[in-house]
């Protein structure tokens, strides 16, 4: 009687265990390509060819979104280009058990990619109403003085949550976030990555820096401090754009983050998932390239997978 019991016990603990491992917050995928997407626009190159001829290769463009089961709330990073296809692939990922407007739309940075899907919020489109927008001081400047993104203002489609830099906000119960700035191309905004720290798991979002030695942390310190940390892999290697200046558009290669992490344990290579690649990218569309990076014990974001 009383192995009876224990045994009972043992299985209430198991399944009270799995449950609230269950309903911790955790990300998934929705976007891992640069800000003109995958294929690319006016790209006929062998890079585009097999996703222009086959659709099911198409990548949207960089996005994330942090699920809270318990709450039965969601959040968006990043609203893209690509934003009307990603909400739909949410709702399907999710079996349509969230709303299908996310609680708040977090932003990174003015550069096309990041922001500018924020127009099919608008009246033109699907006239939403007071959906929180976080966004850093001379973003949210950008978006309440420059049409067509001040009418979302105007008329409530949008409601901006001004952040500040590494100052968390909690929007919900157990749920973190903390913008870092990094340095980029801010022609228009400042530009951040995220950590977002959940009662499960920690995750780093930089999908757009300079150089990782031009940053005022550690990258490889962030890392360790996290369990996942989704970074700009938007350029494989140096010569990935003949004929154009890479100082134009720069980013830390895919070879130097690898080199930067070479001395690493494989557990903390693990943690990186390279994300935000530009079409010309070999991760994007060659195996052997792809799984050389494995085989070094990085990954790949892969889109439409959870993170938990």
């Known amino acids: 009687m009383m192995w009876a019991v224990k045994k009972i016990l043992t299985v209430v603990l198991v399944l009270a265990v799995f449950c609230c491992h269950a309903q911790s917050p955790y990300v998934i995928v929705l ?3 640069q800000d003109g997407g995958y294929p690319h626009i ?3 190159k ?5 996703a222009w001829v086959n659709t099911t290769n198409k990548q949207y463009i960089v996005s994330l979104a942090l699920v809270d089961p318990e709450n039965h709330k969601w ?4 609203a893209t280009p690509d934003i009307k296809e990603q909400l739909q692939y949410f709702k399907n990922i999710t079996n349509n058990a969230y709303n299908y407007l996310p609680v708040g739309i977090f932003i990174t940075h003015a550069h096309i990619g990041h922001y500018t899907g924020l127009m099919q919020l608008g009246r033109e489109a699907l006239g939403a109403k007071g959906i929180t927008v976080y966004a850093m001081p001379t973003m949210k400047q950008y978006l309440e003085t420059n049409g067509p993104w001040s009418q979302l203002v105007k008329l409530n489609n949008i409601s901006i949550y001004p952040l500040e830099k590494e100052k968390n906000i909690i929007p919900a119960s157990g749920i973190s976030i903390t913008p870092y700035v990094v340095p980029h191309r801010d022609e228009f905004s400042e530009t951040v990555g995220y950590k977002i720290t959940t009662s499960g798991k920690r995750y780093l ?3 757009d820096i300079d150089k990782w030695q031009k940053w005022d942390k550690n990258i490889i310190d962030e890392v360790r401090a996290v369990d996942y940390a989704f970074i700009d892999a938007t350029f494989y290697n140096e010569a990935e754009l003949p004929g154009r200046r890479m100082e134009e558009v720069p980013h ?3 070879k130097e983050t690898m080199d930067l992490f070479a001395k690493e344990a494989a557990t903390v290579k693990a943690k990186i998932q390279f994300i935000h690649l530009n079409h010309t990218n070999p991760l994007l569309w060659n195996k052997a390239v792809a799984d050389s990076v494995r085989i070094k014990q990085f990954n790949i974001a892969v889109q439409g997978k959870a993170y938990k």
Do not use: D, M, R
């Open 75 to 78: 959040w968006l990073f990043e």
């Open 252 to 254: 830390p290669f895919v």
């Open 42 to 44: 006016g790209c006929k």
């Open 205 to 207: 979002f930089i999908p």
């Open 31 to 33: 976007g891992v390509a």
């Open 46 to 50: 062998t890079c585009c060819t097999k």
